[in-house]
């Protein structure tokens, strides 16, 4: 027996409830899913841009986990769609280091928060 987390961040303002139910019945239609011990749903975290929901199920065999990830993906994707509910994609905001310097010498105002900034040599 193995378990498998399918981890799902949905914009937010959508119905977190009704995202749980369509997860639950995605693994429901599932036939490597482990019915006599039923998905564990959570909504685990307010994440950065996103409400962070997993699905934990249960599968009879190591056999069938990638076959199974890729379905279930597929079918609360599909899922969603239907019903309206985004997926929230990670936003991250990169600016040249010199940007500010070239605002601040054409007299403009800043309207970022520079600890919030990401440069690209930050990840060098």
Request: proline share 3%; glycine share 6%; net charge neutral.
């Amino acid at each position: 027996m193995i378990r498998i987390v399918i981890p799902v961040g949905i914009a937010y303002g959508s119905d977190v409830e009704k995202a749980l139910q369509l997860m639950a019945e995605a693994a429901a239609e599932n036939e490597y899913v482990l019915k006599e011990l039923g998905p564990i749903l959570t909504f685990d975290s307010f994440g950065d841009n996103a409400l962070i929901l997993n699905l934990r199920c249960y599968l009879g065999s190591l056999d069938y986990r990638w076959e199974t990830k890729t379905a279930l993906h597929k079918a609360i994707n599909q899922k969603f769609n239907a019903a309206g509910i985004v997926i929230q994609l990670n936003r991250r905001l990169l600016i040249p280091r010199d940007y500010f310097a070239t605002v601040k010498s054409m007299g403009g105002t800043l309207l970022l928060d520079h600890s919030a900034v990401l440069f690209p040599s930050d990840f060098q």
